[in-house]
């Protein structure tokens, strides 16, 4: 599976933006996707997942509320609406696709495929 992010940019502080993640090579519709977050020296975090069907969704503590995942398995794209951002959300962000049910959604370990990620910076 190849993954293409798209959709950062420079905004200000409570602005919206919409990334997304294409998916080619094989259908994502038996992954688990996922997006991630790296800022500069800092590790990779765990941001928002949803399960193979869309039926369960799951998000860090620090961006529930403002941001949500979605997916498209028709399009093999996979989606991150992201509100009211804040200069805390610079980070180059990655999308991933993880095989299978079930999980520890929250762990890169478990994510075989990763995007090469896209720069997201919120002035204040």
């Known amino acids: 599976v190849q993954l293409q992010a798209s959709g950062g940019g420079l905004v200000q502080a409570g602005d919206s933006l919409r990334l997304s993640c294409a998916a080619s090579g094989r259908t994502i519709s038996s992954y688990a996707m996922g997006w991630f977050r790296q800022a500069p020296g800092k590790e990779r975090e765990f941001v928002a997942a949803?399960?193979?069907?869309?039926?369960?969704?799951y998000y860090a503590a620090s961006v529930k509320g403002r941001f949500t995942i979605s997916r498209d398995n028709a399009k093999n794209m996979v989606y991150q609406q992201m509100n009211s951002l804040k200069p805390e959300d610079t980070a180059v962000y990655y999308c991933?696709?993880?095989?299978?049910?079930?999980?520890?959604?929250?762990?890169?370990?478990?994510?075989?495929?990763w995007g090469q990620g896209t720069q997201v910076t919120v002035s204040s």
């Open positions: 991933a696709a993880g095989y299978g049910p079930g999980g520890n959604y929250n762990s890169t370990n478990r994510y075989n495929y």
């Open positions: 949803i399960s193979w069907s869309g039926s369960s969704t």
